[in-house]
């Protein structure tokens, strides 16, 4: 199926190591009810994929995590998108547009660059500090930072650390 312009990635969901065929499956599954467009794509690295959509996010996001599943393990909102040179130059007018709540748990991966995700962490910290938003690792949103090659993918979402799975 080809994504259309108005179409966009909406998720990011990690899968168990070896099994991308069968959570793609699940997480398109998931979502065609909502959104008949949706196309699932492996994002380059094993067990990560992209999600794209032609809904909203937050819609989108709603409906994958209320479901069980068998190899999802994470899903991640993406809201929004930045160049990595854009985070490491402090440039997060894309972290500034979200409406954040006064506590939020920080969950940094950038894959692929030793020690990038411990620097990405800092300055996304220095920035939430700013607008007065605290990091609380027991906060129930979290903010998910997750970097793939040259691009930062951010979103706002629930802070489960894994997908209710069944039979498995």
Known sequence: MRITMS???????????????????????????????????????PGLLQVY???D???????????????????IPVHCIMGLQEVLE???ECIDGLK???????RVRMRGVRELSTRVFALVLKNLRSRGVVHT?????CLFIEGIKDRVYIGLG??????????G
């Open 57 to 75: 996010v937050d819609s989108i996001y709603r409906r994958a995590i209320s479901r069980e599943y068998g190899f999802v393990e994470t899903i």
């Open 7 to 45: 179409c966009r990635i909406v998720l990011l969901v990690t899968c168990r190591t070896g099994n991308d065929e069968w959570c793609a499956r699940e997480i398109g599954d998931a979502v065609f009810g909502l959104d008949n467009s949706v196309v699932v794509e492996k994002a380059g690295f």
């Open 137 to 141: 690792p027991s906060a129930d949103e």
């Open 53 to 55: 959509g032609c809904r």
């Open 90 to 92: 402090e440039r997060l």
């Open 158 to 167: 629930h802070c489960r650390t894994r997908i209710a799975v069944h039979g």
């Open 100 to 106: 954040m709540p006064r506590e939020v748990k920080i």
